[in-house]
C-alpha cells in the first residue's frame, strides 16, 4: 500500500537557518503530495501541495518540488524564524483533488532558537 | 465559517466501557473523515463519509469502532470495549466533493484525545 517516510527528529535550528525536512514516497499511480504543519495548541494546517510530477508548492516561505524520479518531496526554507517552531507532516493522496484519504508520514517536530 | 469542531476534546474512560465522540464539519463540506493519531506517529485513516454514505473503512477500524453521519452532517465515532492501544487523538476532517476539477482542501479539527485507564 501507499507509504510515506519522513525525515525523522526532533530537528532543532537557529533563527536564520536553512531548513530541509526528507520525505520519500511509495505510491501506485500518481499521488498528491502534501505538507501539513501543526502548531504548539492548534489543528493540522494544509502548508503547500503539488498535484503532479515537477510541480512545486510554495507557502510562507516553504517550498517543495514533487520529483517522481526519486520518489521525493523535500520541504525547504532559506531562512527559518522561530514562529515556524513545528511538527511538520508529509502526506500523500491518491487524488489529484485531495479530498480522497491521506496517508502521513510519522511527523518532524521542528524547534528554531532565537 | 467555524471550522471543523470535535466534542469532547478529551475523554479519560476506563478499559472495557464505551465511548462516543462527535464531529461537526464546515457546514458546506460533503465530505467527512476520521483518523487516528498515536504519540509520535502521524494520523492514519479510520474512514470516511460523503453526504450520508460511508464510502470507504480501513482495516484499522475493527468491529469494536462504527461511524456514522446520519443526515449528512455531523458525524459520531463510537469505541465499544474500550481497550489501552485504543488510547489516541481523534481526527476529524471535513472537505467538498463537487465531481468538479480542482483542489478541495481537508480541514481539520482540534481533535479528542482518548484515554484508556
Known amino acids: 500500500g501507499d507509504s510515506v517516510t519522513q525525515m525523522e527528529g526532533p530537528v532543532t535550528l537557529s533563527e536564520e537557518a536553512f531548513l530541509t525536512i526528507n520525505c520519500t514516497y511509495t505510491?501506485?499511480?500518481?499521488?498528491?503530495l502534501f505538507w501539513y504543519v501543526q502548531y504548539p495548541g492548534e489543528g493540522l494546517q494544509l502548508l503547500l501541495k503539488?498535484?503532479?510530477?515537477?510541480d512545486k508548492g510554495s507557502n510562507k516561505g516553504f517550498e517543495a518540488t514533487y520529483r517522481k524520479e526519486t520518489t521525493s518531496f523535500h520541504l525547504e526554507k532559506g531562512s527559518v524564524q522561530v514562529s515556524d517552531s513545528a511538527v511538520y507532516f508529509c502526506?500523500?493522496?491518491?487524488?489529484?483533488?485531495?479530498?480522497?484519504?491521506?496517508?502521513f508520514g510519522t511527523g518532524t517536530r521542528l524547534t528554531i532558537i532565537p | 465559517d467555524t471550522g471543523v469542531s470535535q466534542d469532547p476534546r478529551h475523554k479519560i474512560t476506563k478499559r472495557g466501557q464505551n465511548v462516543t465522540f462527535r464531529c461537526d464539519p464546515i457546514s458546506e463540506h460533503n465530505r467527512l473523515y476520521w483518523y487516528r493519531q498515536t504519540l509520535g506517529q502521524g494520523p492514519e485513516f479510520l474512514t470516511y463519509?460523503?453526504?450520508?454514505?460511508?464510502?470507504?473503512k480501513s482495516r484499522l477500524l475493527s468491529d469494536r469502532f462504527s461511524a456514522e453521519r446520519p443526515k449528512g452532517s455531523f458525524s459520531t465515532l463510537e469505541i465499544q470495549r474500550t481497550e489501552q492501544g485504543d488510547s489516541a487523538m481523534y481526527l476529524c476532517?471535513?472537505?467538498?466533493?463537487?465531481?468538479?476539477?480542482?483542489?478541495?482542501?481537508?480541514?481539520f479539527g482540534p481533535g479528542t484525545r482518548l484515554t484508556v485507564t
Open positions: 505510491a501506485t499511480g500518481y499521488p498528491s
Open positions: 463519509f460523503q453526504n450520508e454514505a460511508q464510502l470507504e
Open positions: 502526506a500523500l493522496s491518491g487524488s489529484n483533488f485531495g479530498n480522497e484519504k491521506l496517508t
Open positions: 503539488a498535484t503532479k510530477a515537477d
Open positions: 476532517a471535513s472537505s467538498l466533493a463537487l465531481g468538479l476539477a480542482g483542489f478541495y482542501e481537508q480541514y
